[in-house]
């Protein structure tokens, strides 16, 4: 299996640096190949504009998802669009590892999806089960500050984190045709103990994760 990891945190020695290399550790172990793409480290531009174009369209009336669909037509994107839509083409599995910030992921990530899963490359006009990705798996693996998922759901003061991902797990990857498993979620804010307990937690996952049942069928 070809797994790409979408890693989305300006520190890769951090947490999720570290749940990175252990996912990386436990799929080449299991002979899976793996790739990554570290967004922070390549400063992914995160801004959707003309700049993305080599040539546009229509020069005096900017329309982004029309300048998308004509630039995948004549391959005029530029490169680091050119990249990451390549990688995404070769993998079968895809882990995005980014932190929860603002009950959201990070800005560099919502611009790679603006820019990289481009209408005719990841959608269009196909969609959710019918999506140009059909046939790729995805997972979400995301740190979030609580010490343990007690502060969410119906009674938690953060509210269900299932509201946390829906935009990114529905309306991103399902969206556009990907199978989706349930998110890895890891508590930034918790024991040495539980920390570990919850490592080797994904760790055994990934040796099965193709098994699981996925979120939304």
């Known amino acids: ?10 520190d890769g020695q951090a947490l999720n640096g570290a ?3 252990l996912s990386v550790d436990i799929l080449q172990q ?4 793996v790739h990554i793409t570290d967004l922070y480290e390549k400063k992914f531009k995160a801004i959707a504009d003309k700049d993305d174009f080599l040539v546009l369209k229509n020069p005096d009336r900017f329309n982004y998802i029309s300048e998308q669909y004509h630039a995948l037509k004549n391959n005029t994107f530029v490169a680091d669009i050119v990249e990451e839509q390549e990688l995404v083409n070769w993998a079968d599995f895809i882990i995005f590892q980014y932190p929860m910030w603002w009950t959201d ?10 820019r990289v899963f481009s209408y005719g490359f990841a959608y269009g006009p196909g969609r959710y089960r019918e999506g140009n990705l059909k046939g790729k798996t995805a997972i979400v693996s995301v740190t979030h500050g609580a010490s343990d998922l007690s502060e969410y759901g119906e009674s938690g003061i953060k509210g269900k984190v299932e509201e946390r991902l829906y935009n990114i797990q529905h309306e991103k990857l399902f969206y556009c045709g990907m199978t989706v498993l349930e998110p890895f979620l890891f508590p930034a804010g918790a024991d040495e103990e539980t920390r570990l307990q919850q490592k080797k937690a994904w760790a055994k996952r990934l040796e099965t994760i193709l098994d699981e049942t996925p979120l939304y069928i």
């Open 19 to 21: 749940l990175k290399d």
């Open 1 to 10: 299996m070809k797994v790409l990891i979408v890693f989305a945190h300006p």
């Open 30 to 33: 299991n002979g899976h190949e």
């Open 105 to 114: 992921a990070p800005a560099i990530l919502k611009g790679w999806f603006d």
